[in-house]
């Protein structure tokens, strides 16, 4: 057999391998004749298929399903949980949160370290790395192999080469850390932008796994956005996709800090909300110093509980971030938006302004429909879209040939 013929096979056996395990991960565990039928694979090959997942401990049979079927293709088969883990970090404006997940996307362990206001990629690198290892030699996972980790950062990613390269905030410029972190582990590492990686664990993980156009757009201290485009995460041409941020809604508005005037982070971010509640007399200064992310969501308990000041800031902000989504929609036209933040707690009615404002704003016949809703995984998005991105990116799109180490295995 020639090079080529090789590659080839390897290149048929890896996206047959990548089919079988998306297919179950969407469904949930299924018998092999029903993954013949969803994939469109030979039930032959769908046996040795499945017969290398299992022996590479991707797999297992959970038992037989409870129909008239008989014979091995009653048996279902699901992703292990036992086997490998993910090691996963979501770095915040004020912390870095490290964790390990499962394949299916479940939180096995985590912990939060809050972070200085400057800190170096190497210490975030030792920091993280430090933390994986105190959390693997837990007895809880003696037999359980760190299989890759996922890392979602701030600012602009080139994904391809696990590289943070632009984060003003923090001042890192071109910083290769993603392999600043393989050299400390040993294991692939998957970097992209934190709030992309939130998206691709929507629908790979979350409520909106069976839709392949999707925007999730997270309002925190900044405001970014993850698109899905037919199934897979879009970063553009450099890495720059879903800056919704700093969108334009007010050309009359305030100064940014990226130099712009009137983006939608002076109008709708929490340092944005939270300074227009000090001058509307809702909060004072001292109470604006305290926690971000308490202060804000004392600014929402307030409008779910009718204030009139808090409840026109609330509207003032939905209103904003409408016309930033309206732009979205006319652009990429997703089937659904995803809204994740403190400010999104304070209740139904913003996420109704919200959708006012989209349909008064976009272009859209009378029977087109968005569906701007919140995001399924909470305050552990960030976490669960890390693991996502390392699932999505290290092992299904390499359809799982992935063995570690015995040196990973220490990891």
Known sequence: MDAATNAG?????????????????????????????????????????????????FLQELGVLPTKRVGAQSIILDLTENQYLIGVAHQGASSLRIGLATLKGKLAARTEIATPQAYTPEWAANTIAERWHTMMRNDAFAQTRLAAAGVGIVGLVDSTRGLAKHM?????????????????LNIPIALDNNVRGMAVGETLFGKLRAYRNVAFVYIGTGIGSGIIIEGNPYHGSHGGAGEIGHVCVDPQGEQCYCGNVGCLETTSSETAILRRAVAMGIITENERNRSAKEA????????????????????????????????????????????????????????????????????????????????????????????????????????????????????
Not at 168 to 184: C, K, Q, S, T
Not at 368 to 387: K, R, Y
């Open 168 to 184: 003003p905030r923090i001042g890192w410029e071109n910083v290769p850390f993603a392999r600043m972190l393989e050299d400390r």
């Open 9 to 57: 096979n390897i290149s048929s056996r890896m996206y047959n391998r990548e089919r079988v395990l998306r297919t179950i991960l969407q469904n949930g565990g299924l018998p092999r004749v029903d993954l013949a039928r969803q994939t469109g694979l030979t039930p032959a090959a769908i046996s040795n298929i499945t017969r290398d997942l299992i022996d590479d401990g």
């Open 296 to 411: 804000t969501r004392d600014l929402a308990r307030r409008a779910r509980q009718g204030d009139p000041l808090a409840v026109q800031l609330q509207t003032d902000v939905a209103k904003s971030i409408g016309i930033a989504l309206a732009n979205m929609v006319d652009l990429l036209n997703p089937s659904h938006i995803v809204l994740h933040g403190v400010i999104t707690e304070s209740g139904s009615e913003f996420l109704n302004i919200v959708r006012r404002a989209v349909q008064q704003h976009a272009f859209l016949s009378d029977d087109d429909m968005v569906h701007i809703v919140p995001a399924t995984f909470g305050s552990d998005a960030g976490l669960i879209g890390a693991a996502a991105v390392a699932l999505d990116s290290v092992i299904l799109k390499r359809g799982a040939f992935l063995q570690p180490t015995p040196e990973r295995a220490t990891v």
